[in-house]
């Protein structure tokens, strides 16, 4: 089985206080767009869109199944959202995009990833396996979903202190409806004072 390298470099806008990580992007076929959440069926910027413009489509290019990216990318550096995932080096097991099947051989640094977010508080994952990793890498509990565990680590010799939230996945395999989704985001958004 062959290994696969994250296709795209963190997105880290200065004076980020939250970084958001999912496990690993889908295979490129299934992107819209060369970005973290690409894949058209994922409601991840629907769910932004619920929350910062009260539509679903307020980020959504319906006409070319894609999204608005330039819109995306200003609104995360003008609220101070950076996007990364916990899987830096993985294997498809069964060679799809189900977090079941995938297996992390690397996952993020999390102490070098900090140096580069000097503000970050808090550290919202998007599904289960994201949040296990960050768990495992802090020697946290995995909280529960829509909740939050505070964590420490050593950055550049000091110990830094956030908070980890797990939040419902953005795949429409998770079964929840995006309004429900919503409200979960919107509440770890609000806490870490992005609204």
Known sequence: MLTEAHPLEPFFPENSKLLMCGTFPPKQNRWSMHFYYPNYIND????????????????????????HLDKIKSLLREKGIALSDTGKEVVRIKDNASDKWLQINKPIDLSSTLVSLPECVAIATTGEKAAGVVAGLTG????????????????????????????????????????????????????????
């Open 44 to 67: 991840m910027w629907r769910i932004f869109g619920l929350i910062y413009f009260g539509s679903k489509d307020a980020l959504v290019d319906d006409a070319h199944k894609t999204f």
């Open 140 to 195: 946290t509990t995995v909280p529960k979903v829509g909740e939050w565990v505070e964590c420490r680590i050593e950055v550049e010799g000091k110990e830094r202190v956030f908070r980890h939230w797990r939040m419902p996945s953005s795949s429409r395999a998770y079964p929840m409806k995006l309004e429900i989704k919503a409200r979960y985001y919107r509440r770890m958004l609000e806490s870490t004072g992005l609204i």
